[in-house]
Antibody, heavy 119, light 108 residues
Framework: QVQLVESGGGLVKPGGSLRLSCAASGFTFSDYYMTWIRQAPGKGLEWVSYISRSGSPTYYADSVKGRFTISRDNANNSLYLQMNSLRAEDTAVYYC????????????WGQGTLVTVSS | DIQMTQSPSSLSASVGDRVSITCRASQSISNYLNWYQQKPGKAPNLLINAASSLQSGVPSRFSGSGSGTDFTLTITSLQPEDFATYYCQQSYNTPPYTFGQGTKLEIK
């Protein structure tokens, strides 16, 4: 079955870096645009980044532009989010998700990985 | 960027009730509007895309309508498993693809 599994979250100090991974299975990964979406504790959903099938173009929310980099490895069915210069406001559960239609809807989502930025 | 205003932010209802949640876009987004359901501690789940197209496996008591700037998610005959938080998301043109603030549907 279609599955997305995130990893790489954890506790990091402000200004630090972290790399999230999303392992995809059950579908032809290279056929799909992919995205990262985050959710701060007790808050709503915030779209973070988006990558095309080939890896270019990529898009970012203004809140992470210049600090985060999305990438993918189609040979290994993996999606990544390199997060640099982390801030307390980046604390959130980070989900990866697959684009499933021309209407840019996302399904499924992974279970999420928690990133905590704190000193 | 396109802003999404979702209302109400919370809603109290009983099993069997009919409820509606609205979402308004700051500019026309045609029918590029999706609805998600999220239960506590779980990832969101896609219910409806393209404003009114029900995802496979989603019960028919869920429906979506609207076009342009105003959209509605309606749930008829609420079931216990429907109590959750619902989000709209605009997906018009290129990103950013913004979400509404969410509507928490609680049991009365």
């Amino acid at each position: 079955q279609v599955q997305l599994v995130e990893s790489g979250g954890g506790l990091v100090k402000p200004g630090g870096s972290l790399r999230l991974s999303c392992a995809a299975s059950g579908f032809t990964f290279s056929d799909y645009y992919m995205t990262w979406i985050r959710q701060a504790p007790g808050k709503g959903l915030e779209w973070v980044s988006y990558i095309s099938r080939s890896g270019s173009p990529t898009y970012y929310a203004d809140s992470v532009k210049g600090r985060f980099t999305i990438s993918r490895d189609n040979a290994n069915n993996s999606l990544y989010l390199q997060m640099n210069s982390l801030r307390a406001e980046d604390t959130a559960v980070y989900y990866c998700a697959r684009r499933v239609s021309a209407y840019n809807s996302f399904d499924p989502w992974g279970q999420g990985t928690l990133v905590t930025v704190s000193s | 960027d396109i802003q999404m205003t979702q209302s109400p932010s919370s809603l109290s209802a009983s099993v069997g009730d009919r409820v509606s949640i609205t979402c308004r876009a700051s500019q026309s987004i045609s029918n590029y509007l999706n609805w998600y359901q999220q239960k506590p501690g779980k990832a969101p789940n896609l219910l409806i895309n393209a404003a009114s197209s029900l995802q496979s496996g989603v019960p028919s008591r869920f429906s979506g309508s609207g076009s342009g700037t105003d959209f509605t998610l309606t749930i008829t005959s609420l079931q216990p498993e429907d109590f959750a938080t619902y989000y709209c998301q605009q997906s018009y043109n290129t990103p950013p693809y913004t979400f509404g603030q969410g509507t928490k549907l609680e049991i009365k």
